[in-house]
């Protein structure tokens, strides 16, 4: 086969015919971007470790699946919306405000009778495509970062995937 990918170290500069590990990376996110269920448990699972860190809140709610999981109480309570829920400027009927219009008006036995105890968190639907982009490479990197023996990965190229992983993780 052809030497078709060049490949670049400081000064040194080579061909090969197999893929650079950032080429692979930049596939396995393209392919990760497709699979919006998969895209999105990550981002839900993320949010789920954040659960205890509830600021001067009673409780956090992440990504309530009906309005019945989030209870009618007297506490302060923070309803973080799923991502699939996003929010755009000054919209008036977004994906996010009517989510929190069906999470205020019921609740599991009936009408919501404390909607006032409710703040809710939304994404914003510009930054919501950053944060998709950074987790699909985030879990590229971490794939290859796994994969790093059967993809007979040097020592460079493990570095530079532990490196990248690193970085979209912070992302």
């Given amino acids: 086969g052809a030497a078709?990918?060049?490949?670049?170290?400081?000064?040194?500069?080579?061909?090969?015919?197999?893929?650079?590990?950032?080429?692979?990376?930049?596939?396995?996110?393209a392919r990760c971007a497709r699979d919006r269920d998969a895209l999105l448990k990550e981002i839900?699972?993320?949010?789920?470790?954040?659960?205890?860190?509830?600021?001067?809140?009673?409780?956090?709610h992440i990504c309530p699946e009906s309005p019945s999981d989030v209870p009618d109480e007297d506490e302060a309570r923070l309803?973080?919306?799923?991502?699939?829920?996003?929010?755009t400027?000054?919209?008036?009927?977004?994906a996010a405000?009517?989510?929190?219009?069906?999470?205020?008006?019921?609740?599991?036995?009936?009408?919501?009778?404390?909607?006032n105890t409710l703040v809710?968190?939304?994404a914003d639907e510009t930054r919501l495509?950053?944060?998709?982009?950074?987790?699909?490479?985030y879990?590229?990197?971490?794939?290859i970062e796994h994969e790093k023996e059967s993809l007979n990965l040097n020592a460079f190229q493990t570095r530079q995937a532990t490196t990248n992983r690193k970085q979209a993780d912070e992302t």
Avoid: M
């Avoid at 599991?108 to 909607?115: D, I, L, M, N, T």
């Avoid at 495509?129 to 490479?137: G, P, Q, V």
């Avoid at 879990?139 to 794939?143: E, F, H, K, P, V």
């Fill in 97 to 115: 405000l009517e989510q929190a219009r069906a999470i205020l008006d019921q609740r599991s036995g009936g009408a919501r009778e404390k909607r």
């Fill in 139 to 143: 879990l590229a990197w971490t794939s």
């Fill in 44 to 60: 839900r699972d993320r949010l789920d470790k954040e659960r205890t860190k509830k600021g001067s809140f009673a409780k956090v």
């Fill in 79 to 87: 309803v973080i919306l799923d991502p699939q829920y996003p929010h």
């Fill in 89 to 94: 400027g000054k919209a008036q009927n977004s």
């Fill in 120 to 122: 809710f968190l939304a």
């Fill in 4 to 29: 078709t990918y060049l490949y670049a170290d400081g000064q040194r500069y080579w061909y090969s015919p197999v893929p650079s590990v950032a080429s692979l990376a930049r596939e396995r996110a």
């Fill in 129 to 137: 495509r950053e944060l998709e982009d950074a987790t699909c490479h």
